[in-house]
């Protein structure tokens, strides 16, 4: 039998803070051109309690 679980991603749009997560040692899942803006990236991450927190950290840090 086949164990397919739904694995939940997060797109990241800012690739500041993709290098931010990819530094802070967060696993890129997927990343791919933006449909809506060619020039840009769209990055994906594996969601998780600890991405949401470094996200949360990294625009607390930024807002200054």
Do not use: W
């Amino acid at each position: 039998m086949n164990d397919i679980r739904k694995v939940n991603c997060k797109a990241i749009f800012s690739q500041r803070l993709a290098g931010y997560l990819l530094m802070k040692g967060f696993v890129l899942a997927e990343s791919r051109k933006d449909y809506k803006n060619p020039e840009k990236n769209i990055f994906f991450f594996y969601e998780s309690a600890e991405l949401l927190n470094a996200m949360t950290e990294y625009t607390h840090f930024n807002s200054k």
